[in-house]
């Protein structure tokens, strides 16, 4: 699968370990940086990765912060965005599931890596069941206008 990987600072080193990881599963993977642990603004690689999902140059995105946290509510933010800031892999599984989500936002600070690994396993591998979530998922989308 194509996908977009894009990280601050206090994710950089999660996002190049999930970079690796995910590579060696065969995915063909975007960095949106950044590439260095130099302090650096969240909202902008937020929306840095995002439009590129949105340009559909990328299936799924994944953002790595501190929390995930702040990740998410700058992703959010993006008309066409489904971010989703989650820890457990029942809220991944299910927010592919049920809500498709499209960004999944990691915490660096919040997971360890083996953990995280599960994580961007279950994300994905889990397709959209599609049918009444469909519906409301089109409702998310009509409180962006
Ligand atoms: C950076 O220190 C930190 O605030 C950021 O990575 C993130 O956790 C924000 O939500």
Not at 53 to 61: D, F, P, R, S, Y
Not at 129 to 141: F, K, N, S, T
Request: hydrophobic share 40%.
């Amino acid at each position: 699968m194509k996908l977009v990987i894009g990280s601050d600072h206090a994710g950089f080193p999660l996002k190049e370990e999930l970079k690796t990881y995910l590579t060696a599963q065969g995915h063909e993977v975007e960095d949106i940086g950044t590439y260095d642990s130099a302090s650096c603004d969240y909202p902008v690689q937020a929306k840095k990765l995002c439009d590129r999902i949105v340009a559909g140059e990328g299936k799924l995105g994944i953002l790595c912060c501190g929390t995930g946290i702040g990740m998410s509510m700058a992703a959010n933010k993006i008309k066409g965005i489904r971010a989703a800031c989650a820890s457990d892999c029942f809220s991944v599984k299910f927010t592919r599931l049920h809500n498709d989500a499209n960004v999944l936002c990691l915490g660096a600070r919040v997971v360890g890596v083996g953990l995280a690994c599960e994580l961007v396993d279950l994300f994905v591998n889990t397709e959209f069941e599609g049918g009444r979530h469909q519906r409301r998922v089109d409702l998310i989308h009509e409180l962006e206008n």
